[in-house]
């Protein structure tokens, strides 16, 4: 037999460049516990149907378990005159069981096997992310209910708009992740259908039974159409999708980070762990983790990218070209888990300084909106005519370089004259915030509750390993 599995109808080998370019054996060699499981449940099912002898059947599962203790100790030989995963576990089954092993690729191709390994291997690393996702939430919430109260400016346009407390500045990004990690639960919901037994592209003439091997590999259910089955990548392109759209928060977060420990802002400190330092200037601390959570997300996005190009073109069935979509997602995922790993390292890691947020805080006439607001409420004054009264009152500060609550009330009142003491309620940093009370605001109370919430639904999650902070 040619080891090939292919060559009966070719005379002669390829040529070194084709046998080059067409080998994925160096990248899809991650699929082989994929490929050992989807093959048992061939196995099982085949028997089950009849359509091979137990006896067949179980030197194939004897088999396969031997191969899958050789790739997890590292003996198993890899050569990529046999291409792919597929071929080197069906040529070393039959090495080691002899004919019985040729018996396991009936009722299916090698196209409806990557299909069926692929999906596998993505919803395995969805479920690994999942988990990851929720560690770095959890970061996020304990450090959030820690700094509920710790004053800092809020931007816009990176410019001190509002004050907003440190709490709730993380907790924006608790939401963010939920949202990510919804994405990753849209993509395995839509992507748990078994193709297994679609074989090449047009089924097969066995009598097979696809819910069985679809229950035994977790599926929802089998793929309803064969074309479809082999030729669909959806599924890669979505949890790509979710993966990039994730890493762009880390990378926001990230470069928060860089801003935030750069001395011009010196909110934060992070330890050695979490920095490096210069080979020529001994005094540096520079922020590498953060600023390479930044740089990945770009391998992230051009994965996407990449497969988005490969598939635009295809039509159906199966096509070579589909070869080219595994090194971009193993990589994606694989580096936004590191990216998350990192960016949770960092939270748990950060420590702010309270008093340099809360001097930045009351920078830059940041409660400005609070007197305008202030003057509507004591006065009904349409908060048109307040936005003007407080520019006047700014410009007055700002040419005397005086904050806001600096300002005599005799000042205040030559610009607007029912302007009472009770104005210096609203001017502090602290007041401020604590008067955003308005659901999802940035008061306190309310920072404490929400993160309390999350923290409560985080811990009580099952399955998904969630780090506790008494463990960790």
């Known amino acids: 037999m040619n080891s090939r599995m292919w060559g009966g109808r070719f005379s002669q080998g390829p040529d070194a460049i084709m046998e080059e370019i067409n080998a994925s054996i160096d990248f899809d060699r991650k699929l082989f516990a994929q490929d050992i499981m989807a093959s048992k449940a061939q196995a099982q099912m085949l028997a089950a149907c009849g359509i091979i002898a137990a006896d067949d059947a179980e030197k194939i599962l004897t088999g396969l378990d031997t191969i899958l203790r050789e790739c997890e100790a590292g003996t198993f030989t890899f050569s990529r005159s046999l291409e792919d995963v597929h071929t080197h576990v069906e040529a070393r089954l039959i090495e080691l069981i002899g004919p019985a092993g ?47 109260a710790t004053v800092m400016p809020g931007f816009t346009h990176l410019q001190t708009a509002q004050p907003v407390t440190f709490g709730h500045h993380l907790l924006a990004y608790v939401e963010m992740i939920a949202r990510d990690r919804g994405r990753f639960a849209d993509a395995r919901r839509r992507l748990n259908e078994s193709p297994l037994g679609s074989a090449a592209l047009a089924g097969t003439p066995f009598p097979i039974d696809r819910k069985m091997t679809a229950a035994a590999l977790g599926f929802d259910r089998p793929t309803a159409n064969s074309l479809d089955a082999v030729s669909d990548r959806d599924f890669v392109v979505e949890a790509l999708s979710a993966a990039s759209l994730a890493a762009v928060h880390l990378s926001r977060f990230a470069e928060e980070i860089v801003i935030w420990s750069s001395a011009g802002f010196g909110f934060i400190r992070l330890s050695d762990r979490f920095t490096t330092g210069s080979s020529i200037m001994p005094q540096k601390r520079n922020p590498d983790a953060a600023e390479l959570v930044r740089a990945k ?15 635009k073109g295809l039509p159906l069935a199966y096509q070579k070209d589909m070869q080219e979509d595994k090194e971009p997602v193993f990589d994606a995922l694989e580096t936004l888990s590191l990216s998350i790993a990192a960016t949770t390292g960092m939270v748990r890691d950060m420590e702010p300084d309270k008093a340099a947020m809360r001097k930045a805080a009351g920078a830059a006439y940041s409660t400005a909106t609070d007197l305008a607001d202030w003057l509507v409420r004591e006065f009904g004054m ?45 001017l502090g940093v602290a007041q401020s915030v604590a008067s955003r009370t308005s659901f999802g605001g940035a008061a306190p109370a309310n920072v404490r509750k929400q993160a309390r919430r999350w923290l409560t639904r985080l811990r009580k999650e099952k399955g998904r390993n969630a780090v506790d902070p008494a463990t960790s």
């Open 102 to 148: 040729g018996r396991l690729h009936t009722a299916r191709s090698r196209n409806d096997q990557v299909a069926t390994d692929l999906r596998l291997w993505v919803r395995d690393a969805i479920d690994a992310i999942d988990a990851e996702l929720s560690a770095l939430q959890l970061a996020l919430a304990e450090k959030a209910l820690e700094n509920a």
């Open 297 to 311: 997300t770009g391998r992230i996005v051009g994965a996407l990218t990449t497969l988005l190009i490969v598939l």
């Open 382 to 426: 349409p908060f048109r005519e307040a936005h003007e009264v407080t520019g006047r009152a700014v410009t007055l500060a700002e040419a005397s370089r005086r904050p806001l609550h600096r300002l005599t009330l005799e000042e205040l009142q030559s610009i607007e004259p029912r302007i009472t003491a009770n104005v210096y309620s609203v």
